[in-house]
T-cell receptor, first 115, second 105 residues
Framework: EAQVTQNPRYLITVTGKKLTVTCSQN?????MSWYRQDPGLGLRQIYY???????DKGDVPEGYKVSRKEKRNFPLILESPSPNQTSLYFC???FGMGQGVYEQYFGPGTRLTVT | DAKTTQPNSMESNEEEPVHLPCNHS???????IHWYRQLPSQGPEYVIH???SNVNNRMASLAIAEDRKSSTLILHRATLRDAAVYYC??????FGAGTRLTVKP
């Protein structure tokens, strides 16, 4: 089954404790991205990757890191989480983003709480 | 960057058609218009996309104005499962607040 998986689905952590949210897709997609969703603010893009070893900042990259060493995986790293990073995170993938013609597939979401 | 404007919320009765409007007057001539929806407690899912011509698929129809400054997502017979937030998105995949659709039985 074609899918985007995220782990963990739920995470409660403390300020400053490094964490990684994994994202994996099995569709051989080149493009992957991370979004955060907050009440009243909609989905905002954090980082995206056009292909392996090619990542770029989205609209809200501060406090996050990503890597793309393999085509299928795109982990989101919070080196020193803070309470303002409490949010619902979605990973997405698609074949490409040229002129936006490709359908994006979204993962189920990771709800992160930083205390 | 293209900006979109959608109503915050809409209501529909079950089994009636729903027309969800979107204004995208700043969209460029080569940018596709995408529609996604987000069901409660789920990630967004693709609904439909188009460039100039009207488009149909098993989920919905997309009517695009001739000047491309607006489009309308049409759900031909709304069901309770169609209750969701619907996003109209230009090619850069920047999600706005969307339209929250409520379907009444």
């Amino acid at each position: 089954e074609a899918q985007v998986t995220q782990n963990p689905r739920y995470l409660i952590t403390v300020t400053g404790k490094k964490l990684t949210v994994t994202c994996s897709q099995n569709m051989n997609h080149e493009y992957m991205s991370w979004y955060r969703q907050d009440p009243g603010l909609g989905l905002r893009q954090i980082y995206y990757s056009m292909n392996v070893e090619a990542t770029d900042k989205g609209d809200v990259p501060e406090g996050y890191k990503v890597s793309r060493k393999e085509k299928r995986n795109f982990p989101l790293i919070l080196e020193s989480p803070s309470p303002n990073q409490t949010s619902l995170y979605f990973c997405a993938s698609s074949f490409g983003m040229g002129q936006g013609v490709y359908e994006q597939y979204f993962g189920p979401g990771t709800r992160l709480t930083v205390t | 960057d293209a900006k979109t404007t959608q109503p915050n919320s809409m209501e529909s009765n079950e089994e009636e058609p729903v027309h969800l409007p979107c204004n995208h007057s700043t969209i460029s001539g080569t940018d596709y218009i995408h529609w996604y929806r987000q069901l409660p407690s789920q990630g967004p899912e693709y609904v439909i996309h188009g460039l100039t011509s009207n488009v149909n698929n098993r989920m919905a129809s997309l009517a695009i104005a001739e000047d491309r400054k607006s489009s309308t997502l049409i759900l031909h017979r709304a069901t309770l499962r169609d209750a969701a937030v619907y996003y109209c998105i230009p090619a850069d995949m920047r999600f706005g607040a969307g339209t929250r659709l409520t379907v009444k039985p």
